[in-house]
Nanobody, 124 residues
Framework: QLVESGGGLVQAGGSLRLSCLAS????????MGWFRQALGKEREFIAG????????RYADSVKGRFTISKENLQNTMYLQMNSLQSEDTAVYYC???????????????????WGQGTQVTVSS
């Protein structure tokens, strides 16, 4: 089970940090990712991280502004979001799945475990 937290309302240029707490299985062997879905749009990949946390990948739209990380001993993944823009307004979801390798997976279909989502609203 994955539970996101940390969403909210922020002004453009501000920052938020999202958390994703996993229960039921250790995330050290799980690749994880953050996705978002804006109103009327498809869910999109924004950041992913490998099981060890050593490998990361970002969508071009957030590169240089967002940072994904994970604390395996705390079973928690984070997304630090800086320089937020109105276009970042969306419901943000965390996702995970098991793999024996240490790869990042950006495709939505690669994930079987999903959180319920947390709303991020950026006012301009």
């Amino acid at each position: 089970q994955l539970v996101e937290s940390g969403g909210g309302l922020v002004q453009a240029g501000g920052s938020l940090r999202l958390s994703c707490l996993a229960s039921g299985s250790a995330i050290g062997t799980h690749y994880m990712g953050w996705f978002r879905q804006a109103l009327g749009k498809e869910r999109e990949f924004i950041a992913g991280i490998s099981g060890s946390g050593h490998n990361t990948r970002y969508a071009d739209s957030v590169k240089g502004r967002f940072t994904i990380s994970k604390e395996n001993l705390q079973n928690t993944m984070y997304l630090q979001m800086n320089s937020l823009q109105s276009e970042d307004t969306a419901v943000y979801y965390c996702a995970s799945d098991y793999a024996p390798d240490d790869e990042v997976r950006p495709r939505l279909v690669s994930y079987r475990n999903w959180g319920q989502g947390t709303q991020v609203t950026v006012s301009s």
